[in-house]
């Protein structure tokens, strides 16, 4: 592995308390709104409506009710502790920007209510962190791919209309931001191990390893000790007081 791999897939305090942080605060806003009646719904994404934008910034925010803030937290959880272990050096761009995209795709397209809740992050996070490993070609980050895939394929359904009343507009442009950053960032993503014989110049004449071996590829019996019959041991020992 080298180096820069080894720095990249490097557990940090980031790694979950950036994450447990966000799932908090957003359980800390649930029980404010349930709790004093603030009826913070008015914040989420109202399409095409100039106030509705405000909604683009606090609508992950906002849930309606204790069973949508509870199926929103755990891969919420789990995929942004993945992004900041597997992908850190652009996990902030990836969560900063897909908020602010993905809420604005959705403020263009969205059918005319209140669309809340992290929804649209979390298919950000989904989507990104499933085509940015296969388009890597690094092993842990196809690994990565796979693992989204068995946790949460399921959802990918939703991005369609196919439930009432739940912003499938709100999935679908999560789902396509996140296809967009994974084509975008590729600086400071982790890069496959590259062996001195996959380099286009590489000399096989200068390789070490392979100059063992003769044209046929036999193995070519080192001659050293052969000159040296009588090869001598130096040792030193300490005499005991």
């Known amino acids: 592995m080298s180096m820069k791999t080894a720095s990249s897939f490097r557990f940090t305090t980031g790694v979950l308390g950036y994450p447990l942080f966000f799932v908090l605060l957003v359980w800390l806003v649930f029980w404010a709104d349930f709790r004093f009646g603030l009826h913070l719904s008015e914040l989420g994404i109202y399409p095409r409506k100039l106030e509705g934008l405000i909604g683009v910034i606090f609508s992950p925010f906002v849930h309606g009710s204790l069973a ?33 995209l993905s809420g604005f795709m ?13 929804s649209g992050l979390i298919y950000v996070l989904l989507s990104f962190l499933l085509f940015k490993g296969l388009l890597s070609k690094h092993y842990r980050l196809i690994a990565l791919s796979l693992v989204v895939v068995f946790l949460y394929g399921g959802m990918i359904w939703y991005i369609f209309p196919v439930k009432e009343k739940m912003s499938w507009e709100g999935h679908f442009s999560g789902f396509v931001v996140g296809i967009l950053f994974s084509l975008i960032f590729k600086s400071s993503i982790a890069k496959p191990l590259k062996y001195a014989w996959e380099e286009a110049d590489f000399d096989a004449s200068d390789d070490p390893f392979l100059q063992q071996f003769d044209k046929d590829g036999n193995f070519i019996e080192s001659s050293k000790f052969e000159k040296d019959s009588n090869p001598q041991i130096h040792y030193s020992f300490k005499e005991e007081e």
């Open 106 to 118: 959705t403020w263009c397209i969205g059918s005319s209510a209140y669309h809340i809740g992290a």
């Open 68 to 100: 949508h803030v509870y199926h929103n937290s755990i891969p919420l959880l789990v995929l942004s502790m993945a992004l900041f272990y597997f992908y850190r050096p652009v996990a902030w761009k990836i969560v900063v920007g897909g908020i602010l």
